[in-house]
């Protein structure tokens, strides 16, 4: 296995300001009432989801955001995704922190395994299982850049789901430019690993000190702790790790190897992971010592003659393969005088971007469901992506450019009216959504050329058949029966080749005369 090349070292920078406030969206997911925790305003989630029930676990928790939860039925509703709706800059870059608990809302002994999404992006499987048994949360935190004006964040039932998956807390926090900077987001996401503090035994590090709400755990107690002897000054690395992480690491006193089972776990094969190694000696300024060290990641060279300084460094990899136990190995290079050490360090999963449907597609798409009064519980974030969680009644083409091809809602119990902008579902094919209750006009469907079929019986629908149907060259079916239709069936429809007709059940429609 070779290394690979994108490999940075990055010392003290600009001084940086800390002082700007944290700015994202916390949700206390099924709550009633707001509430304060750790300095954190969280909000009931009601005004960024509009499916799901929420409901208070059977077990006491001393957390509050975990006392309640919203959960989706499971019933009719495999491989159909329910998404929060978060305002977003999509030109900017946020964490994302899904957090779970599952406190037996369901009835059954183990928590439910689904899927989580963001956007188009399939993030993966949420399998809380060891960590309930535990008596312990769980969560997931990612980094991702928005494909439009909200981010969208999804919970979905799979095969493999036995009950309601159900959500604790998720919270929105904006990032600053700088940070994880070098992931092209539009391409990727990042699907964090392992985030720790070395040396560290106290609780999770997070807001305040860390000004993003990044979670630092504790690693490494029972394997060489350190505290620093003086307070470091490490404000200026470009990712911003709080200041608390540099009080404690993990260190040899001997000129020896230090060799850390880190990340833990074992990690899936295939995958490319961006790497943060954070270093700051507190000791090299005055003690005369050279603490000068080699990195290697399971034998492989990974940065050579380290030099730690009390500055702080961090040496960072932006796609690094790793498989299986991973070994993190500091050897002091040739001539140190002291033993190597760590301070902290990040590991994440590249996760390949989803893409995204056409936005023409998705703007006309929120239109339809916002002229629909009961649209499908479901019809939330990207309409098409992932592509094994499109909208309910909603087919898509495959490739690069993603387009919506055929919407099948027949007999969906659907009220309102159809939005004229479902004309600008130009790669559209079929319009099935006969047996419903959509009433006003039937909008001008003209610019769809590819429209074969549209069916549109059994409805309220009121007004008259516009004549450009009979200018869509492809159309084979219009069935508009038992409506509330007006005027005259357009003699156009009557001579076009090919076209199966259904008009009857209108009692105010007219032929044309012979």
């Given at each position: 296995m ?10 003290l920078l600009l001084p940086?300001?800390?002082s700007?406030t ?6 206390d ?5 707001g ?10 989630d ?7 029930t929420p409901?208070d676990i059977?077990?006491?928790?001393l ?5 309640t ?9 495999v491989?159909?995704k ?7 800059d999509r030109t ?21 395994v689904f899927d989580?999404?963001v956007?188009?992006?399939?993030w993966g499987v949420?399998?809380t ?15 991702f850049?928005?494909t439009?004006?909200?981010?969208s ?5 799979n095969t ?7 959500i ?10 700088q ?5 092209d ?5 990042l ?5 720790n503090?070395?040396g560290?035994?106290g609780?999770v590090?997070g807001y305040?000190d860390?000004?993003f ?9 029972d394997a060489?702790?350190q505290?620093?002897?003086q ?12 200041p608390?992480?540099?009080q ?5 006193s001997?000129v020896?190897?230090l ?5 833990p776990?074992?990690l899936p094969?295939?995958q490319?992971?961006?790497i943060?190694?954070?270093?700051a ?10 603490r000068t060290?080699?990195i ?5 060279s990974y940065y ?6 009390p ?18 190995t ?5 001539g140190?005088?002291a ?11 590249l996760?390949?971007?989803?893409g ?8 006309a ?7 629909f009064?009961n649209p ?7 309409p ?8 309910t ?11 919506v091809?055929?919407?099948?809602l ?7 009216s159809?939005?004229?902008s479902?004309?600008?579902l ?7 959504l006969?047996?419903?209750g ?11 050329k590819?429209?074969?079929?549209l069916?549109l019986?059994?409805n309220?629908l009121?007004g ?7 200018t869509?060259q492809?159309?084979q079916?219009?069935f508009?029966?038992?409506n ?6 357009p ?6 080749p090919?076209?199966t ?10 032929t044309?005369p012979?």
């Open positions: 070779t290394a690979p090349l994108h490999l940075f070292l990055l010392f940086i300001s800390l700007q944290l700015t994202g969206v916390f949700l997911c099924g709550a009633y009432a509430s304060t925790v750790n300095g954190l305003d969280w909000v009931p009601n005004d960024f989801i509009s499916s799901g409901k059977k077990v006491e928790v957390n509050t955001t975990l006392a939860v919203r959960t989706f039925p499971l019933q009719n509703n491989l159909k329910f998404c929060y709706e978060i305002p977003a900017r870059k946020y964490l994302v922190r899904t957090t779970y608990y599952y406190g037996g809302v369901n009835g059954n002994a183990n928590p439910p989580q999404i956007d188009g992006t399939f949420v399998n299982t060891d960590e309930y048994r535990s008596g312990n949360s769980s969560y997931y935190e990612g980094v850049m928005p439009g004006k909200n981010l964040v999804c919970l979905a039932a493999y789901t036995d009950s309601d998956p159900f604790s807390a998720l919270e929105v926090v904006l990032l600053w430019d940070l994880y900077n070098s992931t987001f539009r391409a990727y996401g699907s964090l690993v392992a985030r503090s070395f560290h035994d609780p590090i305040p860390d000004q709400n990044r979670y630092w755990e504790p690693f490494g107690t060489f702790p505290s620093t002897l307070d470091l000054s490490v404000s200026g690395i470009w990712s911003l790790p709080p608390k992480v540099f404690t690491r993990l260190a040899r001997l020896e190897p060799i850390l089972p880190w990340p776990g074992r094969s295939g490319r992971y961006y943060a190694l954070y270093f000696d507190d000791q090299a300024s005055y003690s005369g010592n050279s060290m080699d290697t990641i399971n034998g492989v050579n003659n380290l030099t730690a300084t500055a702080g460094v961090v040496v960072f990899t932006k796609e690094w393969p790793l498989a299986g136990i991973t070994n993190l500091l050897t002091p290079a040739g140190s005088t033993g190597p050490l760590i301070n902290a360090g990040e590991v994440f999963r996760l390949p971007s989803g995204k449907t056409l936005p023409r597609d998705v703007i798409m929120i239109n339809l469901r916002r002229s009064r499908p519980a479901d019809w939330n974030g990207d098409c992506l992932p592509s094994q969680y499109p909208w009644g909603v087919t898509c083409s495959e490739g690069r450019r993603i387009r091809v055929s919407l099948n027949t007999s969906m119990g659907l009220y309102g159809i939005s004229p479902i004309s600008n130009t790669a559209l094919t079929s319009i099935l006969g047996n419903n959509l009433s006003r006009t039937i909008p001008d469907l003209s610019p769809l590819g429209l074969q079929f069916h019986e059994d309220w009121r008259t058949i516009p004549p450009s149907l009979g869509l492809n159309l079916e219009l508009v029966q038992n509330n239709l007006t005027g005259q069936v003699s156009e429809l009557f001579s076009k090919g076209l007709l259904r008009y009857a059940g209108n009692p105010l429609l007219t044309p012979p």
